[in-house]
T-cell receptor
Framework: GENVEQHPSTLSVQEGDSAVIKCTYSDSASNYFPWYKQELGKGPQLIID?????GEKKDQRIAVTLNKTAKHFSLHITETQPEDSAVYFCAAWANQGGKLIFGQGTELSVKP | DAGVIQSPRHEVTEMGQEVTLRCKPISGHDYLFWYRQTMMRGLELLIYFNNNVPIDDSGMPEDRFSAKMPNASFSTLKIQPSEPRDSAVYFC???????????????FGPGTRLTVL
């Protein structure tokens, strides 16, 4: 079955710097890769996703890249702000079935 | 839309008691998921339903856990009897979940924080 590895587990950056979180997946049939942000005391919320037919997607300060050959995808946050501080989860969706497999999470801290 | 609704938000109970967590998915969503989140194990999928039918319950840890979805707008996760190691945050999520429609996004509820003493 699918397995998703996420790194780093914690990340601390200065406000204004960029943050990059990386994930690898094992199932080459996976075709949908969402990223979720979880703030303290809340459920994960989708922030961006990418499908296997594209290599990059941007939404303002957030971008996701996908390398299908290497089976890895990354989240890039530019011009980080204190409100970006949260736990971020990557996930991979297997083509068959309705199942998302989540990475272990990255706790991002943006220092003012 | 109000989003996924879960109740209660917090539950404190004693070991051996029955616990029932409730979820109302987003109207029109065909899939409903129950997750458990702990520091040690991260976010784990317990079970998911499609059109009220359980599809995959391989993540349910033990027979003490059971889940039902009697109709499209309501699901329960029950733990009987509860144990301290069941303490976690339990999330419900829903999605349209059909790849061919490109609508796989899962929307999570706020979670239920369960503490078993």
């Amino acid at each position: 079955g699918e397995n998703v590895e996420q790194h780093p587990s914690t990340l601390s950056v200065q406000e204004g710097d960029s943050a990059v979180i990386k994930c690898t997946y094992s199932d080459s049939a996976s075709n949908y890769f969402p990223w979720y942000k979880q703030e303290l005391g809340k459920g994960p919320q989708l922030i961006i996703d990418i499908r296997s037919n594209v290599g990059e997607k941007k939404d303002q300060r957030i971008a996701v890249t996908l390398n299908k050959t290497a089976k890895h995808f990354s989240l890039h946050i530019t011009e980080t702000q204190p409100e970006d501080s949260a736990v971020y989860f990557c996930a991979a969706w297997a083509n068959q079935g309705g199942k998302l497999i989540f990475g272990q999470g990255t706790e991002l801290s943006v220092k003012p | 839309d109000a989003g996924v609704i879960q109740s209660p938000r917090h539950e404190v109970t004693e070991m051996g008691q029955e616990v029932t967590l409730r979820c109302k998915p987003i109207s029109g969503h065909d899939y409903l998921f129950w997750y458990r989140q702990t520091m040690m194990r991260g976010l784990e999928l317990l079970i998911y339903f499609n059109n009220n039918v359980p599809i995959d319950d391989s993540g349910m840890p033990e027979d003490r856990f059971s889940a039902k979805m009697p109709n499209a707008s309501f699901s329960t996760l029950k733990i009987q009897p509860s144990e301290p190691r069941d303490s976690a945050v339990y999330f419900c999520a829903s999605s349209l979940g059909v790849w061919t429609r490109g609508t796989d996004t899962q929307y999570f509820g706020p979670g239920t924080r369960l503490t078993v003493l």
